[in-house]
C-alpha cells in the first residue's frame, strides 16, 4: 500500500474508487466502508485509496479541547494496510482546510485530484465546511462530475451501532471487551519503556513502566486488566496492567501504565512494547499496608494465569 502526504504523491488514474474519512481506530464499520472500496476498484481493474485527515478534525476546531485518539495515523495505516488498500492519503487538516465546502473538497481532492469513478462512504457521513456535505450532497455531486457513489448502510453490534465515539466510551468506563467487538481487535497501546522507581521488583512484581508512542493516544479507564504483551521477538505473552495512580503509595502521584508479564524477567528499558488490553479485572484501590496489596496482586495473577491456561485449552 502507497502511503503518502500530498495528493501530488498518488497521482490521478481515471479508475479511482475513494473513501473519505477520519477512520481513528479502524473498527468494524470502518473495515466494512474499506472492502467495499477495494471490492468496486477491483471489480472495474481500478484502485482504491483512502483519505484521511491528520490532525483529527475536532482537534482543529476545538482549539484547547482535550481531543484523544483510538489511533495515530501510522496505526491506522498499519490496520489499513492489510486489507488491499492501494493508496492511503493523510491531508493535513488545518483552518483554512476546514473552510473549503463540499464541493470544492470533491472537485479539488477528488474529482480533478484522483480521478475518482467512484465514491463509497458511511450511511452518516458529513464532510465540508460546517460539515454541510452528505450523503445525499454527493449524490448530487455525483451526478454534475459523473462519477458513481455508493453509501454503506449502518452496522450494528448487540444492537448499538459501531463507532468511534462508541468505542471512546466504552473504554472511558474500562469496557476493554466490548471495545474489541466494535473494532474487530483488542484495543493496544504502544510505547517506550522508561524506569520507574522499581518498587515492583520489590514486592515480586517486577513492572515495565509504558510511555505511549503516541502521547495522545486514549488509555483505558484506572484499573488492572489481564493484557497481551508483545515485546518484539515474535513470541506472545500474557501479563497484568495496571492503570492509574499508584494510590497506595502516592496520594497525588501522576497516572502510569504499568506492565507486569507472566513468567518473564529481562531487562525491557528503552525497548518499544506493545500491550492489547483483554480482560478488566477490576478498580484500583488504595491498601492500608504492603502486605494487603501483595496479597491483592497475588490474586490478579492466578486470574490473568487461569485466563491462559482457558485459552490455551
Given at each position: ?262 513468567s518473564f524477567d529481562q531487562d525491557l528499558y528503552g525497548r518499544t512494547i506493545s500491550t492489547t488490553f483483554l480482560v478488566r479485572l477490576r478498580d484500583e484501590e488504595r491498601y492500608d499496608d504492603v502486605a494487603s496489596l501483595i496479597r491483592q496482586m497475588d490474586r490478579d495473577r492466578a486470574a490473568a494465569e487461569a485466563f491462559v491456561a482457558a485459552r490455551q485449552r
Amino acid at each position: 500500500m502507497q502511503y503518502a502526504r500530498r495528493l501530488e504523491e498518488i497521482g490521478r488514474d481515471a479508475d479511482t474508487v475513494a473513501t473519505v474519512g477520519s477512520f481513528d481506530g479502524v473498527h468494524l464499520a470502518h473495515r466494512q466502508i474499506i472492502g467495499e472500496v477495494v471490492q468496486r476498484a477491483r471489480r472495474r481493474n481500478g484502485r482504491s485509496v483512502l483519505i484521511t485527515f491528520d490532525p483529527h478534525p475536532r482537534e482543529v476546531l476545538r482549539p484547547g479541547a482535550n481531543v484523544v485518539y483510538l489511533s495515530s495515523p501510522e496505526e491506522r495505516r498499519d490496520v489499513i494496510a492489510p486489507m488491499g488498500v492501494d493508496a492511503m492519503l493523510v491531508l493535513p487538516f488545518t483552518v483554512e482546510f476546514s473552510r473549503l465546502s463540499s464541493r470544492e473538497f470533491v472537485e479539488r481532492f477528488l474529482v480533478h485530484g484522483t480521478g475518482l469513478a467512484e465514491m463509497v462512504e458511511g450511511y452518516n457521513h458529513h464532510f465540508g465546511h460546517n460539515r454541510e456535505g452528505s450523503v445525499s450532497s454527493i449524490r448530487e455531486l455525483a451526478k454534475e462530475y459523473r462519477f458513481e457513489t455508493y453509501a454503506v448502510p449502518q452496522l450494528n453490534v448487540g444492537g448499538t451501532p459501531v463507532s468511534s465515539s462508541a468505542v471512546r466510551s466504552f473504554l472511558e468506563e474500562g469496557k476493554v471487551e466490548a471495545a474489541a467487538a466494535f473494532l474487530g481487535r483488542p484495543y493496544d497501546v504502544t510505547g517506550i519503556v522508561i524506569p520507574g522507581d522499581r518498587r515492583g521488583r520489590t514486592l515480586g512484581y517486577p513492572t515495565a513502566n509504558l510511555a505511549p508512542s503516541f502521547s495522545r493516544k486514549m488509555i483505558p479507564r484506572n484499573g488492572i486488566y489481564i493484557v497481551g504483551v508483545d515485546v518484539g521477538d515474535g513470541i506472545g505473552r500474557y501479563g497484568l496492567a495496571s492503570i492509574g495512580v499508584r494510590p497506595t503509595f502516592h496520594s497525588a502521584g501522576p497516572r502510569t501504565i504499568e506492565v507486569f508479564i507472566l513468567s518473564f524477567d529481562q531487562d525491557l528499558y528503552g525497548r518499544t512494547i506493545s500491550t492489547t488490553f483483554l480482560v478488566r479485572l477490576r478498580d484500583e484501590e488504595r491498601y492500608d499496608d504492603v502486605a494487603s496489596l501483595i496479597r491483592q496482586m497475588d490474586r490478579d495473577r492466578a486470574a490473568a494465569e487461569a485466563f491462559v491456561a482457558a485459552r490455551q485449552r
